[in-house]
């Protein structure tokens, strides 16, 4: 399982937010190419990256510097999401050299457009599913659906997208533990890799997904706990490396 350090870019800089409110933001540095280089140095083995002002504005807003990532890095894997609506967008950040790209909102509010999409870059798309109480959230999580978590997962997978990123809203960024049921209820119910977010908090966490692995969990973003020193990137992904049954790739 990959421990996937997460870069969340707002104004420029490296920030977390508190159940993805744009008004309760973390500041941890001013340059998110450093961060970037951190992890690496640390042995990220992917990096997860956001485009918090383009989530909200519907259209990449900061994506000079995630091009500057991923030119510092080419070796490394990189999934990029936040405003990616449109075919464009997707073009751009593959040709920089982003591996993946996740499409959220519009996965939501034009299912359609997915399957367009993986067919015309098969393999480099990710769906994002932020969901709360079960139902998905848009337009960087400000907005509440009725559609199923469980029911558009299915659907993307017939779709063919590359994996799912399942995030619990509730306990994203509140260091609150993730929630492990509910990520492990949904890889049940699909085959294709399935990648946690959303309450990691320590190395229970890790450990607790580790023993779900068999059910489908490629991965596992973290972003608060391991700025603020809950959890030990390194040593975490020593642990995975050691105890998960699911092996990623």
Avoid at 68 to 88: L, T, W
Avoid at 90 to 116: E, K, N, W
Wanted: charged letters at 25%; proline letters at 3%.
């Amino acid at each position: 399982m990959l421990i996937i350090p997460a870069i969340d870019i707002k104004n420029g800089k490296c920030v977390r937010l508190s159940q993805g409110q744009m008004d309760k933001e973390t500041i941890y540095s001013d340059d998110p190419v450093a961060i970037a280089d951190k992890w690496v140095e640390s042995g990220a083995r992917r990096l997860h990256i956001v485009d918090l002002d383009g989530a909200v504005k519907g259209r990449p807003s900061n994506a000079d510097i995630i091009h500057d990532i991923a030119a510092a890095h080419p070796d490394v894997p990189i999934q990029v999401g936040g405003g990616i609506r449109d075919e464009d967008s997707i073009q751009a950040y593959l040709d920089v050299g982003v591996s993946f790209v996740i499409i959220g909102t519009r996965a939501v509010t034009t299912p359609h457009f997915v399957s367009d999409v993986c067919l015309e870059f098969p393999g480099h798309i990710i769906v994002g599913l932020d969901a709360k109480d079960g139902k998905l959230a848009t337009n960087g999580w400000s907005k509440l659906s009725h559609h199923d978590a469980t029911d558009m997962a299915q659907r993307f997978e017939e779709d063919g997208v590359a994996a799912i990123i399942f995030t619990d809203i509730g306990r994203d960024g509140m260091l609150n533990n993730v929630n492990v049921d509910a990520t492990v209820n949904l890889c049940r119910e699909i085959t294709i890799p399935v990648i946690a977010s959303g309450g990691i908090s320590n190395l229970d966490d890790i450990k607790a997904l580790c023993k779900a692995g068999e059910e489908g969990i490629f991965g596992a973003i973290t972003g608060r706990a391991i700025y603020e020193g809950t959890l030990d990137f390194a040593q975490a992904q020593k642990l995975a490396d050691e105890t998960c049954t699911y092996k990623a790739n």
